[in-house]
């Protein structure tokens, strides 16, 4: 009988119960999940970003579909645009790595770290990472924040 493959255990309390309701949530597998939460503490922390942010626009922008794609060319878990971030690619290993969930997500954490920089807020950030800059509204970056509540809601209500 061949040995089954099961993800370990998250070490950290709070990046399991993360993957348990985004897995729920999003209805995609456990291990693919925890795979996304432990991505995107690692490319949170390397940028210096909260790993719920981080979260917040995959939920956003792809709903957790690492193969997503939009109209305006947006790619993957984070909708990273390639011909915006050619310099950051070609670094990284050329476009391809796109659709790879670990780099998609690495890569996005560092472009929306460079976004909140230049604009000097976390919504303003955001908003520059969705093309909106100009929306006084700032109506993605609400959605992003809304969602960031939930998640932390989620972990906090156990």
Known sequence: MPAERFAPPLADPTQAMLTKYLSRRFLIADEAAGLMVDAAYRAARDVGLDPYLVLAVIAIESGFNPIAESVMGAKGLMQIIPKYHQRLLVAHGGEAVIWDPEANIALGARILQEYVY?????????????????????????????????LLEAVQGG
């Open 118 to 150: 230049r604009a000097g807020t976390i919504e303003a950030g955001l908003q520059y990472y969705n093309g909106a800059l100009s929306d006084a509204s700032a109506q993605y970056a609400s959605r992003v924040m809304a969602e960031r509540e939930r």
